[in-house]
């Protein structure tokens, strides 16, 4: 199991008491086919929403896990406007369109549970009213729409190579000033830009490079074993493949893992950080490669640049050499409408790609 699962689990096991009795039979039907990130997440909207309908005076419960199914039952169209008003317009930490999506299409999962699933003692259903079915939920991510505000955000051609190229030298030199800084870059620079190769070599997620151990490595044949998002089966990697360029990036930071970063023998971890004051390396954590990228990114003079826009490059420049399906299976996507924003990230067409794999077949 990938270490943001372990976490994951261990917080929706502390946070599952303290919610109605009711979602706590939710999360346990949704258990076999959600992944413990998803479940926390519903959680958190759970907690969100009965914490608002407190505040309205809309239920009299002392606590979130008072709630009852009559507080439910007893809503109306107006309550799920306000609800809505509140996540979009409130003055601190308002919700982008995207979030406040998310957040009524987790309330909906739970009211057609109760509604249309679960039973009582004389098999009628839990919740007898569910006033969320009303609720029209728009579909927000649009392929073209994502693409669009990618544009000029991503590296393309050349500058996959130039970034790499960068980390390893020129980061060096616009710091060289700058002792800490230029230390630091010296200790790190073989594992950042082996982290960056590795990202733009094979698409992968953040979280599935945080998640990498040594022995997923599989150098002759250029490829890693990874727990792909979604897959609820805990005990089976997916291979992916990488290229050429990462092969090469990975020997070198592999040359120096151990040494440079005292790493201990039972560490199993690929890519390794040694904190200020600690005598042993460890795991490096999300954050970190994040904010490492996002560093490099600013004096590369691309400050949108990020991790996940690291992936975003890679894929569109996967998708000139390939079809939408093979693209789709090195990303680990879901669906390939996920993957139809690379199509409209070059000019290939989706018509094209489709041809192209119906000739294939």
């Known amino acids: 199991m990938s270490i943001q699962k372990v976490n994951d689990r261990k917080q929706l096991d502390e946070r599952l008491p303290l919610m109605p009795w009711f979602v706590q039979q939710f999360i346990d039907f949704k258990r076999p086919d959600l992944s413990p990130s998803t479940l926390l ?5 759970y907690d969100s929403f009965f914490s608002w309908l407190r505040a309205e005076g809309l239920s009299q419960a002392d606590s979130n896990a008072g709630i009852t199914l009559l507080d439910l039952e007893t809503l109306r169209m107006e309550s ?3 609800y809505r008003l509140y996540l979009t317009t409130r003055s601190e930490n308002a919700n982008s369109k995207v979030t406040v999506s998310r957040k009524l299409s987790a309330l909906r999962s739970l009211f057609h549970y109760l509604s249309q699933i679960a039973e009582d003692e004389d098999f009628y259903p839990l919740l007898k009213r569910n006033i969320m079915a009303k609720v029209e939920i728009k579909r927000i991510h649009k392929p073209k729409d994502t693409a669009a505000k990618l544009k000029g955000k991503i590296l393309e051609d050349e500058e996959l190579l130039e970034f790499i190229g960068y980390i390893y030298e020129g ?14 870059h010296l200790q790190n620079r073989e594992r950042d830009a082996c982290i960056a190769s590795l990202i733009l070599n094979s698409g992968l997620r953040v979280s599935e490079v945080v998640n990498l151990n040594v022995d997923d490595l599989d150098m002759n044949n250029k490829l890693l074993y990874v727990y792909r998002k979604g897959n609820n089966d805990e005990t089976f990697k997916t291979p992916v493949y990488f290229r050429e360029q990462a092969k090469d990036d990975l020997t070198q930071y592999l040359s120096l893992r151990q040494s440079r970063y005292k790493t201990p023998k039972k560490e199993k971890a690929l890519f390794i950080a040694l904190r200020n004051g600690s005598k042993e390396g460890s795991r490096m954590t999300k954050r970190a490669i994040q904010e490492m990228i996002i560093k490099y990114a600013k004096r590369f003079g691309k400050p ?6 690291l992936r975003h490059s890679f894929a569109t420049d996967y998708y000139l050499q390939n079809d939408i399906y093979k693209t789709k299976e ?19 067409t989706m018509s094209e790609a489709i041809e192209r794999r119906l000739e294939e077949a």
């Open 171 to 184: 980061y060096g030199r616009d710091v060289e000033g700058n002792k800490q800084a230029h230390y630091a």
């Open 330 to 348: 090195q990303l680990g996507h879901a669906s390939t409408e996920t993957t139809e924003v690379y199509a409209h990230l070059t000019d290939k």
């Open 41 to 45: 997440e519903y959680l958190r909207d």
């Open 304 to 309: 949108y640049l990020t991790v996940h826009k």
């Open 80 to 82: 799920i406007v306000g």
